[in-house]
């Protein structure tokens, strides 16, 4: 089965990648320890004595869902811990690991003055709310994500002090949950369960302690599993983040036990979100933070289109689905929602990140702020551009697959010989600014020659044309095979050079053909546009109706319309900041 390459393995070179990393670690960076604790002082009653202000001012802390007064204060430490811990984990940089660490540290304090187990930003008593029925705001949810930090801490950045945190608190829960029956804590569960079952599967595969089987039993979710088991249609309409996190932990339950329930019940909800309801051009798939009726794709275009929690959740249910498979479709969806959801829901000069992203007539994005909203998205804005060294290599026993064409540096051990492999866009022939992911060039250095397979994906874009050379000598009659070709030759000092054909294409809505998204490669273009225009092809093909312009290496590549009363401008939509786009356009 694929596998992660292992810690430091794996570094990101310079590109647009990296780019988005950097700005990502600089915001990660930029928030102060005490503001990020700011909730769990303030229920471990000591907040008074870490954060002074003039009782004239507002005090300066953090706002929006952090806000003292929200319900879901503190969930978004959670997320800060676990893409901390990622970027130590890749980086290597001690200062984010200290700063991290840190915090870890006062999370302990707070959980003695708590009575020793309780370690959350939230009271107890929330959790006998959902119980008696009083309407409170995702209890499960927010303490998850402070369980998922501590875990990841420990997983990523070898925290001892967050293993022992979670693994403490990890009674309360025990307790709790032992009093209800079977009915009532399927009553509780189908409130809200956050990723409560997937931390109970993480925290079981790394201590194997018998008290997370018992926990995975209790938060085993029936109502939704067995409906999915049975082929019952069960998703439509219904909010998406709710059950894409619990699918989550029947992922992780199947990987720490091997009970190939779990995998069944995740194979059954991608067939029934991905391949039964279809998705927009850029690979979402929610309005309105919920699942879209299959067959009214053209009728749901909104402002309320694609949640970024939406997007990065479904890119790790993809992963776990890749590496059980090894199809390719999974990677195609997960590099179709890289451009169209992680970077096109990321601004590019702030960090900041879109809840939404419209995709009506004359949509515009609208970007949170850096301490004053801390939506959900803000939080897997954070994680989300922790991913990419793991999602473009995998190990799959003894080859080495290239999942994702992101440039980077890798270094790998087979039998005892080092083997350097670094992976960039060749430039020259278009430009550098859009990911260049059609001439790829990859050189392979080792100590000493070593026999090594190297399996390529070939994208859903480029179709058959592509071409491959091995030392500048085109490799002929190669063998696509699901997807992939491979390459098992001896390696010493190599370049692979991979060019795919990158064109123009139109995606059109499920339901209505005459209406379409343009296309160029993997990445969906916006027309700079806020009028509805209907597109007239005059002789031409749909693919005709843009030709592109600024193919250089210091401008981004954009397009325009030709044979129009009025012509469009084109960009990538991920390059959109402020600008008023739309993103379908009917075609006659």
């Not at 102060?32 to 471990?44: I, P, T």
């Not at 304090?109 to 370690?119: K, L, P, T």
Request: some cysteine; proline content about 3%.
């Amino acid at each position: 089965m694929p596998e992660y390459l292992g810690a430091k393995q794996m570094e990101l070179t310079p590109s647009v990648f990296t780019e988005r990393f950097d700005i990502n670690k600089a915001y990660l960076m930029s928030l102060k320890n005490e503001k990020l604790l700011q909730n769990y002082y303030m229920q471990a009653g000591i907040f008074g004595r870490i954060i002074e202000t003039d009782k004239n001012t507002v005090p300066d802390i953090h706002w929006g869902w952090e806000s003292p007064c929200c319900q879901l204060r503190g969930h978004f430490l959670g997320h800060w811990l676990s893409a901390a811990a990622r970027v130590y984990k890749q980086t290597g940089d001690e200062e984010v690991r200290g700063k991290a660490v840190n915090i870890v540290k006062q999370l302990a304090v707070c959980q003695q003055e708590n009575g020793g187990i309780w370690a959350g930003s939230i009271p107890e008593q929330y959790m006998e709310w959902v119980v008696r029925k009083k309407k409170v705001w995702a209890p499960q949810y927010t303490v998850h994500k402070t369980l998922m930090g501590l875990v990841d801490m420990y997983r990523y950045a070898g925290d001892e002090t967050s293993l022992k945190i979670a693994d403490t608190w990890a009674d309360w829960f025990f307790d709790w949950s032992g009093n209800f029956t079977r009915e009532q804590m399927d009553d509780i569960l189908d409130v809200e369960t956050g990723a409560m079952l997937e931390v109970w599967a993480d925290l079981y595969g790394i201590t194997k302690n018998d008290k997370y089987l018992e926990l995975i039993k209790r938060y085993d979710r029936p109502r939704l599993f067995e409906n999915l088991l049975n082929g019952i249609e069960t998703v439509s309409g219904k909010h998406a983040n709710t059950t894409i996190v619990e699918i989550h932990g029947a992922a992780r339950i199947y990987e720490v036990t091997g009970i190939e329930r779990y995998r069944k019940i995740v194979e059954a909800y991608w067939k029934q979100t991905v391949e039964d309801l279809g998705y927009f051009c850029t690979g979402g798939q929610t309005t309105a933070e919920v699942w879209t009726q299959p067959g009214v794709q053209s009728t749901m275009l909104s402002e309320t289109n694609q949640e970024h929690c939406v997007v990065y959740n479904m890119i790790r249910l993809a992963d776990f689905l890749y590496r059980w498979s090894k199809e390719v479709k999974y990677l195609d969806y997960i590099e179709r929602n890289i451009y169209n959801g992680l970077f096109a829901q990321q601004n590019i000069e702030t960090g900041m990140v879109i809840y939404y992203l419209p995709l009506q007539c004359g949509a515009k994005k609208k970007w949170g702020s850096p301490t004053h909203d801390f939506w959900c998205c803000h939080g897997t804005l954070l994680q989300a551009h922790t991913l990419y060294t793991d999602l473009s290599i995998y190990k799959n026993g003894e080859e080495l697959v290239f999942a994702q064409y992101i440039p980077s540096k890798l270094v790998y051990d087979k039998n005892g010989t080092s083997v350097g492999i670094e992976q960039n866009y060749l430039k020259g022939k278009e430009t550098w600014k859009l990911p260049d992911n059609s001439n790829i060039h990859i050189s392979i250095k080792t100590g000493q020659p070593v026999k090594l397979p190297l399996t390529f994906r070939i994208p859903w874009w480029a179709g058959d044309n592509f071409s491959v050379k091995v030392d500048g000598h085109r490799l002929k009659d190669l063998e696509v095979k699901n997807g992939f070709i491979t390459i098992e030759q001896t390696w010493h000092d190599n370049i692979v050079q991979l060019e795919f054909i990158k064109k123009l294409w139109v995606c059109p809505a499920d339901d209505n053909p005459n209406l379409v998204a343009f296309m160029y490669g993997p990445v969906v273009l916006a027309g700079l546009t806020a009028e509805a225009r209907t597109l007239y092809k005059k002789g031409l093909s749909a693919e005709d109706l843009l030709i592109g312009c600024n193919k250089n290496a210091w401008e981004d590549v954009s397009f325009y319309t030709v044979n129009q009363d009025v012509n469009v401008k084109f960009i990538p939509l991920y390059n959109v900041k402020d600008e008023i786009y739309t993103t379908y356009f009917s075609i006659e």
